[in-house]
């Protein structure tokens, strides 16, 4: 049986070696894989305070903060203002990045790519058919939907066919991850 439901409620979060904040992995490609290994990972994150960014050589990665306060991000020398209404910002994971919290504690969903692998995500009104062909496609729920509740991430290849059409107009998070 595949699964293709990832349960918000399901979800383990371990401190940072930083002590700055906690993640939470949700999905990793290939399963099992390791911080050096993975093809593509899929986590949500706690920042609690200000402070550098691991660096991921040879991965790209796209942060959204999901809710909370705000930060400002700096990477390779540019400062970026994310916040719960902004879009989701696309990085080198090998470029140097810290953020400044401008406001209390927030969540973020991180989604990470060895390249050559590119990820798009996009905050809105979710097309479930649209990532067809693509290695992955999955959708981060903003709302309750379906029995489902705000946050469960939804494997929209594996998900059957009538919760894929449930799901069209939730609002999400949408990625698709391919070459």
Known sequence: MTTWHYAASARRFQPWKNGG??????MVSPLGAGFDDFDWRISTAIVAQSGPFSGFP?????????EGGAMELTVAGRPQRLDAGSDPFAFP??????AVLTGPALLDFN??????????????????EAGQG?????????????????LDLIDLQAAPPATRAGLAGALALEVVIGS
């Open 58 to 66: 040879g991965v790209d990665r796209v942060l959204t903060v999901i």
């Open 21 to 26: 904040g906690e993640t939470a992995e949700i």
């Open 111 to 128: 989604v990470m790519v060895r390249r050559p692998l590119r990820a798009t995500v996009r905050r809105g009104r979710l097309e479930p």
């Open 134 to 150: 693509a290695r992955a496609h999955l959708a981060l729920l903003l709302e309750d939907v379906g029995g489902m509740a705000r």
């Open 93 to 98: 994971g090998d470029a140097p990045a810290s």
